[in-house]
């Protein structure tokens, strides 16, 4: 049964650093877009930022504003959220997904979410 499972989450202050992890299983993704998406408080799921699986290919949103960068390790099983400078409006569940076609993914398997808290 595929498997999304995100870690990594946590409380960090304003201009702090976190790295995100999503460990994937149970089916081959190699025909796969991988996402991160955010849902902040009393706000809508949006997407960060999303890869293909196999081959890399960054895609990022507005909302990485430079300052996140995702990457994969398809061999290992991994896809990986680094967040810098982090800052209040960065706080919410984060969520992993993947989906197909990679170069235009609908997102059909999700994990389960977890917290990031920028605050002082």
């Known amino acids: 049964q595929a498997r999304l499972v995100e870690s990594g989450g946590g409380t960090v202050h304003p201009g702090g650093s976190l790295r995100l992890s999503c460990a994937v299983s149970?089916?081959?993704?190699?025909?796969?877009?991988m996402g991160w998406f955010r849902q902040a408080p009393g706000k809508e799921r949006e997407l960060i930022a999303r890869?293909?699986?196999?081959?890399?290919?960054?895609y990022y949103t507005e909302h990485a504003k430079g300052r996140f960068t995702i990457s994969r390790d398809s061999k290992a099983g991994f896809v990986y959220l680094q967040m810098n400078d982090l800052n209040p409006s960065d706080t919410g569940v984060y969520y992993c997904?993947?989906?197909?076609?990679?170069?235009?993914?609908?997102?059909?398997?999700w994990g389960q979410g977890t917290r990031v808290d920028v605050s002082s």
């Open positions: 890869i293909r699986y196999i081959s890399g290919d960054p």
């Open positions: 997904a993947a989906g197909e076609p990679y170069w235009d993914p609908k997102f059909t398997l």
């Open positions: 149970g089916r081959t993704f190699a025909s796969f877009g």
